[in-house]
């Protein structure tokens, strides 16, 4: 979580923007899935057309700006938890390697359009875990919601099985 008063986005000139990085377009955190530059042209400036995919829910936005002008890039965190239960509601108890406690997330449902099944694969996944002593381990990205976040907004976005426990 940030800082109180941290700022969740810093202003990056378009033309410094690459594929891969984050973007906020359309005021909502997108990862970049490509992005092209036109030439200058009789308005004298080259613009980038930046497509990316929202963090959060999948969907596509594409935006289109001078390469002089500031784009705002999300403040982007992935840490990784481990799974100690799933509610019937489909909320998660999560722990880190620090011992902090976390059980205000659910599992990914249908609507994720990065991966509608990643719900359903956690769920499977905890449920075969249970049964051999393995941990499964969940990645959160946290980043602000929108433009106008003052708070970061978390998603379990990944996951894997882990270790054995012992």
Not at 42 to 67: E, L, R, V, W
Not at 78 to 96: A, F, G, R, V
Not at 110 to 118: F, G, Q, S, T, V
Request: with cysteine; glycine share 8%.
């Amino acid at each position: 979580m940030a800082d109180s008063g941290a700022s969740l986005v810093i202003p990056v000139k378009a033309g410094d923007l690459r594929k891969g990085g984050y973007a906020m377009l359309k005021d909502f955190p997108c990862k970049i899935v490509d992005i092209s530059t036109s030439k200058t042209g009789k308005h004298g400036h080259a613009k980038s057309n930046i497509t990316g995919i929202d963090i959060f829910t999948g969907k596509k936005y594409i935006d289109m700006t001078p390469t002089s002008h500031n784009i705002y890039v999300p403040i982007v965190t992935n840490m990784t938890w481990t799974i100690c239960d799933i509610t019937e509601e489909k909320y998660c108890s999560l722990i880190d390697d620090n011992g902090t406690i976390k059980e205000d997330l659910k599992i990914p449902d249908a609507h994720y359009l990065i991966d509608p099944e990643l719900g359903k694969k956690i769920e499977e996944a905890y449920a075969k875990c249970q049964e051999n002593g393995k941990e499964v381990i969940v990645t959160v990205i946290s980043a602000p919601g929108n433009i106008n976040a003052s708070e970061e907004r978390e998603a379990i976005v990944d996951f894997s099985m882990g270790r054995e426990i012992y």
